[in-house]
């Protein structure tokens, strides 16, 4: 499937997979993310069970911090 | 757009900031300097000696509740903006009730996880409501690593990976970068609205 990762074009072997599967995939790997699909928001206990399909718009933004 | 135009459409706007720190109190100058009508400010903090190499405040505001501080600051230098000063540690209910009628809210916070949690009220809540967070502004350098990506209504600012530890500080001209461009941002998102 094709998907959109952070505003970019990403290609994956399968048909779908969760969000928490992209995550592991992908290696975000800081403690605190804040995730979207089709700029919807996916809490935290909800990436496990939540399908990411082809055509779909993702957003997984590591939180950063300082201020 | 001239500027008297620019202010006078940015007189009628309200911007919400969590977080008076190095980037709150940073884009709450920028704001206030453009025009902005209102903006509502929250932070449970007070100034400390630390503060000083990249915030807006002044040594003799040492130990003064930052949203009272920068109240004050704004006024020196824009007194016709209305400041509404909230000194809290804000928790989802209070984003909901404090932000919910702004035109754009600006997440200013230092740590990850309360980034985290206004992020997700505001996208959760208030989807139509613009927010835009500053992620990864600490050390010095690299200012071309720094930019705005838009993400739907969320807009993040930074570089998106430098974090503040001992041998990464936060310091004044990447935060103010990072502040100035979410300002830039709101000002931006606020006159194009209606």
Redesign the interface.
């Known amino acids: 499937m094709k998907i959109t990762l952070?505003?970019r074009e990403e290609h994956f072997d399968v048909d779908a997979m969760s969000v928490s599967d992209l995550i592991i995939e992908k290696n975000f790997t800081?403690?605190?993310?804040?995730t979207?699909i089709n700029?919807?928001?996916v809490?935290k206990e909800e990436r496990d069970k939540t399908m990411i399909k082809d055509g779909d718009k993702v957003?997984v933004?590591?939180?950063?911090?300082?201020? | 757009m001239n500027l008297n135009e620019i202010i006078r459409r940015l007189s009628g706007k309200m911007a919400g900031i969590a977080?008076c720190?190095?980037?709150?109190s940073n884009c709450a100058m920028a704001l206030a300097r453009c025009g902005i009508g209102k903006i509502i400010i929250a932070d449970f903090d007070t100034i400390d000696h630390s503060n000083l190499n990249r915030q807006y405040f002044f040594l003799d505001q040492l130990g003064k509740k930052k949203v009272l501080a920068l109240e004050e600051n704004i006024k020196k230098v824009v007194p016709s903006c209305v400041v509404e000063p909230h000194d809290i540690k804000l928790e989802p209910v209070d984003v909901l009730r404090l932000f919910g009628n702004c035109d754009v809210i600006i997440e200013?916070?230092?740590?990850?996880?309360e980034?985290?949690m206004i992020?997700?009220t505001v996208?959760?809540e208030y989807?139509d409501i613009p927010i835009i967070s500053?992620?990864?502004?600490?050390g010095y350098g690299n200012t071309n690593d720094i930019s705005v990506?838009?993400?739907?209504?969320?807009y993040?600012c930074?570089d998106?990976?430098?974090?503040?530890d001992e041998d990464n500080p936060?310091l004044a001209p990447r935060?103010n970068i990072v502040a100035n461009m979410q300002a830039n941002v709101a000002i931006d998102l606020l006159l194009k609205m209606e």
């Open positions: 952070n505003n800081f403690k605190l993310l804040v979207k700029d919807k928001l809490k957003t933004l590591h939180m950063v911090s300082g201020g | 977080g720190g190095g980037l709150g200013a916070f230092d740590s990850s996880s980034k985290a992020i997700e996208l959760a989807p500053g992620l990864g502004l600490a990506e838009k993400h739907g209504n969320l993040i930074g998106r990976r430098s974090e503040v936060p935060v």
